[in-house]
């Protein structure tokens, strides 16, 4: 027999804090598309050197060494920056990282091998770079850190869903506390509980839930036998929030 619930209830944040399911997934998918962003963005520029690239001879301007700096600069960098004229005669000067033969055998006014995209002589670089393996590890594990936070949001996201279902229409009715405890769960490195309840549905059945992550001094605040407001869904009576006191 259900009776009215007085509790409010908890709101859609104090449920949605605690999805960490839910906030873990918006994590990885905004990491995911920001790699993935940036890999597309590779992809499409190596496929415009392909296809639309003009290769030309640089001259060699000078060339420099950035040695190793734990800091800021792991490895260390082998720089020659060079200086061509484009098809639309404007003079362009770039700088791009070689291996350590290639820096040794060049010198100052040397030939250099570049090709640059038409319209945009600023993108120059050496030709038969490595640089379609960035673009296809970037878009690899962007993609799937995508996939794998759409996929844990997707959990704690229906849960949710549910939970608003159960606030805006669910039926009301008295729980029993079987026990609270702590969780595994912290936030803030506290901490978080879980009340765990027995209630009977519209249709006599004793049903059982858990509530949503409380505070150490919410949750310690009841002890079994306890009782306390109970909302859950008619069309699924399992599916349940504890609202707290009535």
Do not use: C
């Not at 590779?42 to 060699?60: D, N």
Request: glycine content about 12%; overall charge neutral; aromatic content about 10%.
């Amino acid at each position: 027999m259900t009776t009215p619930l007085h509790a409010p209830g908890p709101s859609l944040w104090t449920i949605a804090r605690g999805s960490i399911l839910l906030w873990i997934g918006i994590l990885f998918s905004m990491v995911g598309l920001v790699f993935l962003t940036f890999g597309l963005r590779a992809s499409l520029e190596e496929q415009a050197y392909k296809t639309q690239g003009l290769a030309t001879q640089a001259l060699v301007i000078e060339k420099t060494l950035v040695r190793a700096d734990r800091q800021h600069n792991p490895p260390t960098r082998y720089l020659v920056s060079y200086r061509f004229t484009s098809a639309d005669g404007e003079e362009i000067t770039g700088t791009a990282d070689v291996p350590v033969e290639d820096w040794e055998r060049l010198e100052p006014g040397q030939p250099f091998a570049v090709t640059y995209l038409p319209g945009e002589p600023d993108s120059s670089r050496p030709p038969g770079g490595e640089e379609w393996i960035a673009a296809l590890l970037f878009s690899l594990f962007g993609g799937g850190f995508a996939l794998l936070g759409a996929g844990l949001a997707f959990v704690d996201g229906r849960a949710l869903l549910r939970a608003v279902r159960v606030l805006r229409h669910g039926i009301d009715t008295e729980g029993t506390v079987i026990r609270a405890g702590p969780t595994g769960t912290t936030i803030n490195r506290v901490p978080q509980w879980r009340i765990h309840y027995r209630y009977r549905d519209h249709l006599g059945r004793h049903q059982e839930g858990a509530s949503h992550l409380v505070s150490p001094e919410e949750g310690s605040a009841w002890k079994e036998g306890d009782r306390g407001a109970v909302r859950f869904d008619r069309e699924r009576p399992e599916i349940s929030l504890w609202a707290g006191r009535t």
